[in-house]
């Protein structure tokens, strides 16, 4: 069905709690990504993973870390959230190298309080 | 290092008008652009995508060239629409072919 699925799509966590943002996708692709958005930034690549257990960091790995023992999916842990990790997060996979088209999930909104 | 900036924030446009909105790109790969459009709560979606120099790329009235002696690929509409209200990104592959970078966004907003 060619879909990315994000869980959750909400979420509100309190300084210093952990947070497990996980993502699915029902494509078979190799290429998964964790990105945040925030206003005037665009996409920012927090992770990528090129296959099971062959992740990378991207541009703005810190404080984060990955998992990813299916191909299917691909989940995004924040140890200790601070504040500015508000943000939305975004999954997406694409089928091999980033010349390929990426496809979105539908986003997990986090709020860090 | 590789980047993509799209000059404008905000563009505001009447139903109708023709729009342009600007990308421009630096990599010292072989540059392959992209442009995503994301609606209100929702996910980004590819719009147009292109690696060869000086064609016309279109799709859902969009339309796009990449330039590699300006280093640009501008995305055009002749006519907006209402539908169109949107954030558009764009993105290039990067010098490592590995990832993409997007541009800041820019938000169109289309009134009647």
């Known amino acids: 069905d060619m879909k990315v699925t994000q869980m959750p799509r909400y979420l509100i966590k309190r300084m210093g709690e952990n947070v497990l943002l996980e993502c699915g996708q029902d494509?078979?692709?190799?290429?998964m990504y964790w990105y945040r958005q925030d206003p005037g930034l665009g996409l920012q690549l927090i992770y990528i993973?090129?296959?099971?257990?062959?992740?990378s960091e991207g541009d703005i790995p810190k404080g984060y870390r990955v998992s990813r023992k299916k191909r299917e999916h691909f989940s995004l842990i924040l140890d200790s959230a601070k504040t500015n990790q508000t943000s939305v997060y975004f999954c997406?996979?694409?089928?091999?190298?980033?010349?390929?088209?990426?496809?979105f999930g539908e986003g997990s909104r986090l709020i860090v309080v | 290092g590789d980047s993509v900036t799209q000059t404008e924030g905000l563009v505001t446009l009447t139903k109708g008008l023709p729009v342009m909105l600007n990308c421009t790109y630096q990599?010292?790969?072989?540059?392959?652009l992209f442009w995503y459009v994301q609606h209100l709560n929702e996910a980004p979606k590819l719009l147009l995508k292109?690696?060869?120099?000086?064609k016309r790329t279109e799709h859902q009235g969009f339309y796009a060239t990449l330039h590699k002696s300006s280093s640009s690929f501008h995305l055009q509409k002749s006519s907006v629409q209402l539908s169109d209200s949107a954030l558009y990104f764009c993105?290039?592959?990067?010098?490592?072919?590995?990832?993409?970078?997007f541009g800041q966004g820019t938000i169109l907003k289309v009134y009647l």
């Open positions: 997406a996979s694409s089928l091999g190298a980033s010349g390929n088209t990426l496809y």
């Open positions: 494509m078979s692709h190799e290429t």
């Open positions: 993973s090129y296959d099971v257990d062959s992740n």
């Open positions: 990599t010292t790969y072989s540059p392959f």
């Open positions: 292109s690696s060869t120099d000086n």
């Open positions: 993105a290039s592959v990067t010098s490592s072919g590995q990832k993409l970078v």
